[in-house]
């Protein structure tokens, strides 16, 4: 039986392979071909992003998309540190199963996917689970909404840092309960006995860079720190 076989841009060998050893004369036509890009330095912005906790998101629509983000990470001597931050705060959205898969061998473990494997469908998936991350607080005449990194103070938005962020959460998520120093050094800076003063010293940028929420943010002497609603 002679077959032709369309390839996709990763070329299938392992399909080609399959129907030689059953006896078929195989016809491969190749119609494109995945390669990495010649200029690779958006991709390496990308990857460095990533790494620096500065994207929330990265969406794939092929599981050679995958390998060539991990490739060019490799290049860079960050590999490690790319898949590290997939699995701790940037989410993988992937186009279908297929990608899914590659994308969790691979070792990206904060992974979404669409039930019906479509474009379109991806994306509102992903906005459905962002959606859902967001939260919104008004007290004493201040409006503060919360997505992934980005605090929107009323109409006005600032990008925070990964420990700023999780130390707002953290009150946040309280409902005005006072939070310990050292729970916040367990939950955020993972340890028990640290210095306490790193704490301070990010609540103090918090209230720098939220003007107006910042006052939120109020001090219970040698307790901790509450938000006040």
């Known amino acids: 039986m002679r077959v032709a ?5 990763a070329g299938n060998a392992q399909l080609l392979d399959q129907l030689r050893r059953a006896g078929a004369e195989v016809l ?9 890009p010649e200029d690779l330095e958006p991709a390496e912005r990308l990857v460095k992003g990533v790494v620096e906790g500065r994207v929330d998101a990265v969406t794939f629509t092929t599981q050679t998309a995958i390998v060539h983000l991990v490739t060019i990470a490799r290049r860079l001597g960050l590999a490690d540190e790319l898949v590290a931050r997939f699995a701790r705060t940037t989410t993988a959205a992937c186009v279908g199963p297929v990608c899914a898969q590659r994308a969790r061998s691979t ?3 904060n992974v979404i996917e669409p039930r019906r494997a479509r474009i379109g469908s991806m994306v509102r998936e992903l906005a459905r689970v962002f959606e859902g991350r967001s939260c919104r607080i008004t007290a004493a005449g201040v409006s503060l909404e919360l997505r992934g990194r980005l605090a929107t103070v009323d109409g006005s938005s600032v990008l925070l840092t990964d420990r700023e962020r999780d130390v707002l ?3 946040v998520e309280a409902g005005g309960r006072v939070v310990s120093k050292g729970e916040l050094l367990r939950e955020i800076w993972d340890t028990p006995t640290g210095d306490a003063h790193v704490i301070e ?29």
Not at 28 to 36: E, F, I, K, N
């Open 28 to 36: 491969a036509v190749p119609v494109y071909r995945w390669s990495l």
């Open 107 to 109: 070792g990206l473990s």
């Open 169 to 171: 959460v953290a009150l």
């Open 5 to 9: 076989v369309q390839l996709d841009g």
């Open 201 to 229: 010293v990010t609540v103090g940028r918090l209230r720098q860079r939220l003007p107006e929420a910042g006052r939120l943010i109020q001090t219970v002497h040698r307790r901790g720190y509450r938000l006040v609603r």
